[in-house]
């Protein structure tokens, strides 16, 4: 693909390295440049560039997933951030895609998790997701995908509660004054977020779990959300438990070669530095692994070559082949 002087100028202000006589000019679609995720996808372009495997890759300021996903469709970049719940709706033309599925859109790798935390006030006494029925409960901030997945999960699961809207500050304030019960909040990887962690400074908190049969329900229902299991350790005092989730990655369609992608993966899992440098959450994380939990849709044949070549194995819903 093309690159415009514009993308070259902002490799070259970021002091990303460019192959002298790269083969494939690659542009990589981020997210807004003031987001933490753009100076991620930084880090990805200098990993793909210094691997010199005739690949030039620059990062292309976005509006994220959807914007993402549309220029994929239209040719427009080769890569890019998707969020896994969005990208199913891609591929199964559902929501806002209906009818109009990106059947050969592949994921490459998911790079960091979005758990969805549900945080009560513990001296509401409440134990158990059906027990919110009739409780005050912010669903997740006003027009965020938090929000929207929460209403879908508890549609799907039968659950009830007050719904209350309003800001992360607003709702903050709300729990801590005791006139609301509790939110539904995006963690930080493994570890509850820091609007929730203040609110644990003034009072004790309790993380709500799923139950085997509601695990078991959205498994088979909604296709587009992941359910994972918390460690112990989300905060101080806080025991594991299970929830749903989505995961944040990299996805392309098939016009980006079987040969690329599996370069560009390879330079991705074998990098031990420069991602977790760009991104705290990454750090240590098994990549490999994370992107299997959080997949929810088929692996680009390019990274499905490398899964198997490094002993993974691809469960059946993931496996381009199948």
Known sequence: MKITKLALAGVLAFGLSVPAFAQDKLLIGSTSASSSHYGYFVSVAKLINDAKNDIEASVVETGATMDNLRRIERNQIDLGLV???????????????DGKAMENLGLLWVYTGAPQNVIVREDAGISSLAELAGQRFNPGIKGSATESTTEAVFQTLGLSSDYVRGSTTDVVDMIKDNRVTGYVKSGAGLKLDSSTLDIATFTPIKVLSLTDAQKQTLLEKMPDVSVVDIPEGAADGVPAYSTWSFGVGVGASANLSEDAAYKIV????????????????????????????YATIPLHPGAAKWFRENGYEIPANLDPAK
């Open 266 to 293: 390879d330079a991705i899992m074998t990098d031990k530095e420069v991602q977790g440098a760009a991104m705290a959450s990454v750090k240590g994380v098994n990549l490999a692994e994370l992107t299997l939990q």
């Open 83 to 97: 969020t896994t719940n969005v990208a199913q709706h891609a591929h199964s033309g559902t929501k806002a895609f």
